[in-house]
């Protein structure tokens, strides 16, 4: 198994734990990007510069990714193309994105897109808390001491 992340958008709190995760327990944390990211010294710990563009970042992850792979997005799009290849999603936020989930996530986007597009004012995501970096924190330790058992 290996970590992907999608690193444009991906908090440098949450990079700091995935980080840490890579050397604990030796997985590949692998942030995709289309700039130059900046990562620790490690064998464990991968930064992959795509060229700039719409959703390169996003189709190098799923082309990359093998099924089992865990995916650390806030981008529902790519988080339903993961799932579809047999990949887990987890958003910033502790979230984790199912089959059970995606579509209504995906119908909610596509309608704040609709009223933003026609000019309504929708305001953005809420601001990054303590509470949204724990509950990650919690949800990526579960994943992976289930993952370890299998």
């Known amino acids: 198994m290996q970590i992907w992340v999608d690193g444009d958008a991906c908090p ?5 734990i995935l980080y840490r995760v890579a050397e604990r327990l030796q997985i590949t944390v692998t942030l995709v990007a289309n ?6 010294p490690s064998r464990f710990i991968k930064a992959l510069q795509v060229p700039a563009g719409f959703d390169v970042a996003d189709n190098e992850i799923v082309r990359l990714l093998q099924p089992g792979d865990l995916v650390i997005t806030a981008d529902i799009p790519l988080a339903a193309d993961v799932l579809a290849k047999g990949g887990k999603a987890l958003n910033p936020r502790g979230e984790f994105y199912t089959e059970d989930n995606i579509q209504q996530h995906l119908t909610m986007r596509n309608f704040m897109e609709e009223l933003r597009g026609s000019g309504v004012e ?3 995501p809420t601001t990054f808390s303590q509470s949204d970096r724990h509950l990650f924190a919690s949800q990526l330790d579960q994943f992976l001491q289930k993952s370890r058992i299998r």
């Open 12 to 16: 440098n709190v949450i990079k700091e």
């Open 35 to 40: 700039k130059l990211l900046r990562v620790p």
């Open 122 to 124: 929708t305001g953005g």
